[in-house]
């Protein structure tokens, strides 16, 4: 459980990120650090993170260090486990402007990690604020609805059938008289969502985007 809870701000912006992934509530307390939530709620590496883990001692800091995050991965394929990411979000001008004043801090948690065989790192926006996550942010939208059978059935049958194609090839190909672009397209936003239709996430969703079926290459 966190051992820091995140006060609120009234400069910058706090809450919860509802998730699955996460031990405790995913709180925030910056926009960055909710970003990089949902990019690990998405990974399917990801086993579980835990916000505000550890406090780290630092001489000469009396309340310690608080890094924001702490990741645990699930074996890969190969049996190879990769170790538990220790994480510090920030901005990179924060990073840049304030290095001195973190050099310590960030001493002490590259230490403390080691000491455990994790390892400490540093998150700034160019490795958070990606197509991945624009994908993610949009997709996400479509993740409690609940789509007909017959739609789902429909749209992944056809896929089957057409092999790997753009999405605008696949809707102009499952519609009909009785359906339409707009009934067909939420459905498949949300069945790319929970991975029942592959797309490549880290480029940007358009109509030209290729796309499959999850059990064409199995």
């Known amino acids: 459980m966190p051992v820091r809870k995140i006060p609120k701000s009234y400069i910058g912006v706090t809450g919860v990120v509802g998730t699955n992934q996460s031990v405790g509530n995913a709180e925030f307390e910056s926009l960055l650090e909710r970003d990089y939530f949902i990019l690990l ?4 590496s990801v086993k579980t993170y835990e ?8 001489p000469g800091v009396p309340n310690g260090y608080h890094p924001d995050v702490l990741v645990k991965f699930h074996p890969s394929e190969d049996g190879s486990q990769k170790l538990h990411e220790l994480t510090e979000i920030k901005l990179l001008s924060d990073f840049q402007e304030n290095a001195e004043q973190y050099a310590p801090k960030f001493a ?3 230490l403390y990690a080691a000491e455990r065989n ?7 926006e160019s490795q958070i604020r990606t197509p991945r996550l624009q994908n ?3 997709l996400r939208g479509f993740r409690r609805i609940q789509p007909e059978d017959s739609l789902k059935n429909h749209l992944c049958e056809a896929i089957k059938q057409k092999g790997p194609c753009t999405i605008a090839e696949l ?7 009785d359906e339409s672009k ?3 397209l939420p459905v498949l936003w949300n069945l790319i969502l929970n991975k029942q239709i592959i797309a490549d996430l880290d480029s940007p969703l358009v109509s030209d985007s290729e796309i499959w079926s999850e059990h064409l290459f199995e």
């Open 51 to 58: 916000v505000q883990p550890v406090k780290i001692p630092v």
């Open 108 to 110: 002490c948690a590259d």
């Open 171 to 177: 809707i102009e190909v499952s519609m009909s008289s």
């Open 118 to 124: 994790w390892v400490f790192i540093k998150k700034d």
């Open 41 to 44: 709620d998405f990974d399917p």
């Open 136 to 138: 993610l942010k949009f």
């Open 182 to 184: 707009q009934q067909l």
